[in-house]
């Protein structure tokens, strides 16, 4: 579930990472899996399009962030490797530019399609951006692969940022830790007030 309130702020924090966004515009259950486009042959029909381009297009409506990476040259092993390090909530997929275009368009990530050159594998994250970044830099340290498989940019609120961007917003606290960390000042509180209350005059 997408949730505004909480990203947008942190948004804001990276902003003063990264400087002006590259491009903003406006809009009109997921595992970690990988899809080869059209190595099964699936993708590469008129029905196995369509339903790859739905298929995207749901990803993007429960999606907080997306980013990319160069697709190809991994091993089926690294891929794997890299799939179970992922967070259940995050989807990572390989797509074809047409039909990445095909689904962003109209939607709050059609930014991303200045991405749309060469071969793309997307990463769709519903909720826990910071644990995917960090899983996913973590990966290309061990795989020697930080050269060949940087992170080239991401779409965050219809905010196209670069890669220094999508790094910087995946160092702030994810939503579970902002509201941890909410509700311990909530309950913190009442015993601040309780010491107050029985301090001598």
Do not use: C
Request: net charge positive.
């Amino acid at each position: 579930m997408k949730t505004p309130a909480l990203i947008l702020p942190m948004v804001a924090s990276a902003a003063s990472f990264t400087g002006t966004p590259l491009v903003s515009r406006s809009a009109s259950s997921s595992h970690t899996n990988l899809y080869m486009g059209g190595a099964r042959g699936g993708a590469t029909t008129l029905e196995g399009k369509t339903k790859t381009a739905e298929k995207v297009k749901g990803l993007l409506e429960t999606s907080e962030m997306i980013f990319t990476i160069p697709g190809g040259s991994m091993t089926v092993t690294e891929t794997q490797t890299l799939r179970k390090a992922l967070p259940e909530s995050t989807t990572m997929m390989t797509v074809k530019n047409k039909l990445m275009s095909r689904a962003i368009e109209g939607s709050e990530y059609e930014a991303a399609a200045s991405m749309l050159k060469g071969p793309n594998t997307w990463f769709f994250i519903e909720d826990d951006i910071s644990g995917t970044i960090k899983a996913y830099k973590s990966f290309t340290k061990d795989a020697a692969k930080k050269e060949s498989h940087p992170i080239q940019g991401g779409v965050v609120e219809g905010v196209e940022y670069d890669a220094a961007g999508i790094e910087a917003i995946g160092k702030l606290p994810s939503k579970l830790e902002l509201i941890a960390q909410i509700a311990g000042s909530i309950q913190a509180v009442p015993t601040k007030v309780g010491r107050v209350i029985k301090a001598p005059n």
